[in-house]
């Protein structure tokens, strides 16, 4: 069974400030996912990633295969970044379904 | 930008009856999932479809509940007599298939169901 922890579950900070979250995951897999959930509760994609790092805007998206561990970075964060961040984990074949496992989520906070 | 639709937003129900949910998938896609959020826990897996089929499903997945894709567009889940702890957020999600499972899934924006 693939397990996936994220940390911290909470994270309060400034406006500007850098900010990493961080997931491990317990077996092999195919994919990780980084997914948004603002308040009304809907989900947004945000990153797959297979190795190494992907980058979108202000976020980062690193995975290290051997360590079974991504993390998330905002960089300059603003409180519009405020929201839970999920990190979930595929192993699909290749022609799989590719169910995804879910973490607990971190709560991000951005004061401004 | 194509998006999966789901109707409606917010079910209020009571308990023992029961409830369809609908979906829209993004139209070349065709692996299509069901997810739930109940309040404050972890997002969990029910079921995945392609092909006409479930393809794979959780344990929670059980006798009273029911997918189908009756027409061209839409996948539906259906919950037979509903209990006070099916209230939770229930997400639709498809990705398309092109020969690799790197791909990422899209998720609908949540139908809201509360049991009374």
């Known amino acids: 069974k693939n397990e996936v922890e994220q940390s911290p579950q909470n994270l309060t900070a400034q406006e500007g400030e850098f900010i990493t979250i961080n997931c491990s995951y317990s077996?092999?897999?195919?994919?990780l996912h980084w997914l948004q959930q603002h308040p009304g509760g809907g989900i947004v994609s945000l990153f797959m990633?297979?190795?190494g790092k992907k980058k979108h805007g202000r976020l980062i998206a690193t995975i290290n295969i051997q360590e079974k561990h991504s993390s998330l970075h905002i960089t300059a964060s603003h409180p519009r970044d405020s929201a839970v961040y999920i990190c979930?984990?595929?192993?699909?074949?290749?022609?799989?379904?590719?169910?995804?496992?879910f973490g607990k989520g971190n709560q991000v906070v951005v004061i401004p | 930008e194509p998006e999966v639709t789901q109707t409606p937003s917010h079910q209020v129900t009571q308990m023992g009856q029961e409830v369809i949910l609908r979906c829209v998938p993004i139209?070349?896609?065709?692996?299509f999932y069901w997810y739930r959020q109940i309040l404050g826990q972890k997002v969990e897996f029910l079921v995945s479809?392609?092909?006409?089929?479930?393809?794979?499903k959780s344990e929670i997945f059980d006798d009273q509940f029911s997918v189908e894709r009756p027409d061209g567009s839409n996948f539906t889940l259906k919950i037979r007599s509903t209990k006070l702890e099916d209230s939770a957020m229930y997400f639709c999600?498809?990705?398309?298939?092109?020969?690799?499972?790197?791909?990422?899934?899209?998720f609908g924006p949540g139908t809201r169901l509360t049991v009374l």
């Open positions: 999600a498809s990705r398309r298939s092109d020969g690799t499972f790197y791909n990422e899934q899209f």
């Open positions: 139209s070349n896609h065709l692996y």
């Open positions: 077996v092999g897999i195919s994919a």
């Open positions: 479809f392609y092909n006409n089929e479930i393809s794979e």
């Open positions: 979930a984990s595929s192993r699909g074949s290749y022609y799989g379904n590719n169910r995804l496992a």
């Open positions: 990633l297979s190795s």
